[in-house]
């Protein structure tokens, strides 16, 4: 049942219209701290010896990121469509 309930929550996220986050913001080419670097190690050392526990976590927190972004910064702010901005400009 849980597994049914599971699938069935992703389907329904992977259609909504929730924004999610991806990697075109990164800047790779940055500078980094020690903490970052630290951090990635011990990403990489986790996925090493605990791979499906460390996925299983991983993919679970994106498929709630969508969601609980919406929750903390609530709707975004539609764009204006052209005949709005056609009103607006001949006032």
């Known amino acids: ?3 049914a309930a599971s699938a ?3 389907a329904l996220l992977m259609v909504s219209t929730f924004r999610y986050w991806g ?7 940055r500078r980094r701290s020690g ?14 010896t ?11 927190g994106y498929a709630l990121s969508g ?3 919406r929750l ?3 709707r ?3 764009a204006p469509t052209p005949v709005e901005l056609a009103t607006k400009e001949s006032t």
């Not at 990697?23 to 080419?29: H, I, L």
């Not at 605990?50 to 679970?60: E, M, P, S």
């Open 72 to 74: 903390i910064l609530g």
């Open 1 to 3: 049942i849980a597994l």
């Open 23 to 29: 990697f075109k913001e990164v800047d790779f080419v």
């Open 76 to 78: 975004p702010v539609a």
């Open 8 to 10: 069935g929550a992703l």
């Open 67 to 69: 969601p609980l972004h």
């Open 50 to 60: 605990k791979h499906d526990l460390f996925l299983f976590v991983l993919f679970t």
């Open 35 to 48: 903490q970052a670097l630290l951090g990635g190690l011990l990403a990489i050392m986790i996925v090493a």
